[in-house]
T-cell receptor
Framework: AQTVTQSQPEMSVQEAETVTLSCTYD???????LFWYKQPPSRQMILVIR??????QNATENRFSVNFQKAAKSFSLKISDSQLGDAAMYFC????????????FGKGTKLSVKP | EPEVTQTPSHQVTQMGQEVILRCVPI?????FYWYRQILGQKVEFLVS????????KSEIFDDQFSVERPDGSNFTLKIRSTKLEDSAMYFC???????????FGSGTRLTVV
């Protein structure tokens, strides 16, 4: 069974600084997808960034980028120029390929941004 | 941008009562999901639905739970006899065919008292 591990329950960053959230996963599949979701206090789930396992190039979305290390089964999220609005829970999620794949979430990392 | 809509945003119910949580997925999406998040815990998969039938369900999704797509637009989750431990945030999500990206609704906070 696939598992997703986020080893940092809480992280803190100074506004305008850079922070990296870690995520590791375990799977025997070769075809899968990885995601980072943001959950602000409103508790809505907002997609931050996603990565296809077959792509070697790391995904980027504005200030958000990932470091995808397939052999190490690692998928970390880097937030550059942190803003107060980035404060939220961040969940790493895995989905194996195929039409019926379901998302498997990690336990989340609570990010605080200090002004 | 298309949205997944969930109603109500918050529901309070007495233990033992039936509740129905409603979702309107994005209109051209074919795969539908319910997830649950107990306060302070991770998001857990409940059930997936495709082609008018359940395609996969977790061990959480026992006989007390059911899903339905009654009219081609709504997607509902019913809990027949609620327990205190059913208190959680329930998220609906949908996905288009050939697309691996999920769109989540804003969630329904269910409180069982």
């Amino acid at each position: 069974a696939q598992t997703v591990t986020q080893s940092q329950p809480e992280m803190s960053v100074q506004e305008a600084e850079t922070v990296t959230l870690s995520c590791t996963y375990d799977t025997s599949e070769s075809d899968y997808y990885l995601f980072w979701y943001k959950q602000p206090p409103s508790r809505q789930m907002i997609l931050v960034i996603r990565q296809e396992a077959y792509k070697q190039q790391n995904a980027t979305e504005n200030r958000f980028s990932v470091n995808f290390q397939k052999a190490a089964k690692s998928f970390s999220l880097k937030i550059s120029d942190s803003q107060l609005g980035d404060a939220a829970m961040y969940f790493c999620a895995f989905r194996y390929g195929g039409s019926q794949g379901n998302l498997i979430f990690g336990k989340g990392t609570k990010l605080s941004v200090k002004p | 941008e298309p949205e997944v809509t969930q109603t109500p945003s918050h529901q309070v119910t007495q233990m033992g009562q039936e509740v129905i949580l409603r979702c309107v997925p994005i209109s051209n999406h074919l795969y539908f999901y319910w997830y649950r998040q107990i306060l302070g815990q991770k998001v857990e998969f409940l059930v997936s639905f495709y082609n008018n039938e359940i395609s996969e369900k977790s061990e959480i999704f026992d006989d007390q739970f059911s899903v339905e797509r009654p009219d081609g637009s709504n997607f509902t989750l019913k809990i027949r006899s609620t327990k205190l431990e059913d208190s959680a945030m329930y998220f609906c999500a949908s996905r288009a065919d050939g697309n691996y990206g999920y769109t989540f609704g804003s969630g329904t906070r269910l409180t069982v008292v």
